[in-house]
């Protein structure tokens, strides 16, 4: 099977290379990781950025909203990913309520994440109102990539996960916030569910790299859900989102062959047994 013909040209991902492939207008493509063998296969293939998402909590834990993980849990994830991976850059999400109030709690959550996973940069939502501890977290030399746009840590302020930033008021907010990021020393910025006008612009007056989710194809680079591109997870269908594979037929198809067997007395057969 081809990977990805980039694996050549970059042996291994750094911030640094990311803003070379926007330089050389070569598109960055991200997925989510929380797992080992996942992880594996994502490196495998030549992905460029594994983010150990906040999504765990939907994905791995079954929680409504990301609000629920945990540092700990976070650090459990990004090491088990960490442990996979060679030549993908692994970005871990500050959990919600980790970074937000106090900049000296931030930076001891950006450091426990670096520490104890490995892994290489974290990722926080917002702009201006967390500048304090995006500057603490990047005077510890920690990468940060920055969030915008539809940030789902504050749900609850938003109370719904429709497109954002659609008016003039909340469009330029996010150019402005967009550039303090850049400004600050953000290697790049995550765009989640905004106009795709409106991260196209943002991508043009940036030199760092955009990664769009639901931001139209006038971003640097894409990101997805792993879970909801594989189709394991049925229940999400955003306009934005794509399905590789449909994964959750195929997995109960293996489940139902399984149990089928076991109860026929069909495996374990003569060969499969000591
Ligand atoms: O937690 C996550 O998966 C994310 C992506 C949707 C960008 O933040």
Request: charge should be negative; proline fraction near 3%; include cysteine.
């Amino acid at each position: 099977m081809e990977i990805n013909h980039m694996s050549k040209k970059y042996p291994k991902i750094t911030t640094h290379v990311l803003q070379e492939m926007k330089s050389n207008g070569e598109k960055i493509a991200m997925l989510t990781g929380y797992d080992y063998s996942f992880a594996k296969l994502l490196d495998e293939s030549g992905i460029d950025v594994i983010l150990v998402g906040d999504s765990a909590s939907n994905v791995m834990a079954g929680h409504v909203t990301t609000l629920p993980i945990t540092l700990d849990q976070m650090i459990y994830h990004a090491s088990s990913v960490m442990r996979a991976v060679k030549r993908a850059l692994v970005v871990v999400d500050l959990p919600f309520g980790s970074y937000q109030g106090n900049s000296k709690e931030a930076l001891q959550s950006a450091v426990r994440i670096m520490k104890e996973s490995g892994a290489n940069a974290v990722k926080m939502e917002g702009g201006k109102e967390i500048a304090e501890s995006i500057d603490r977290i990047l005077s510890a030399g920690i990468p940060v990539l920055g969030h915008l746009g539809l940030t789902p840590q504050s749900i609850n302020k938003f109370g719904t996960y429709v497109v954002r930033a659609k008016d003039v008021k909340e469009a330029e907010k996010l150019k402005e916030d967009a550039v303090f990021l850049e400004n600050a020393g953000c290697f790049g910025v995550v765009l989640e569910k905004i106009p795709a006008k409106l991260a196209s612009e943002v991508t043009d007056s940036l030199k760092i790299p955009t990664i769009g989710i639901g931001a139209g194809s006038g971003v640097d680079g894409q990101v997805l859900v792993l879970h909801d591109m594989l189709g394991i997870n049925q229940d999400f269908s955003p306009r934005f989102l794509r399905r590789y594979n449909n994964l959750h037929d195929e997995i109960i198809k293996s489940f139902l062959s399984y149990i089928h067997d076991v109860k026929a007395r069909d495996f374990p057969n003569e060969k499969e047994q000591y």
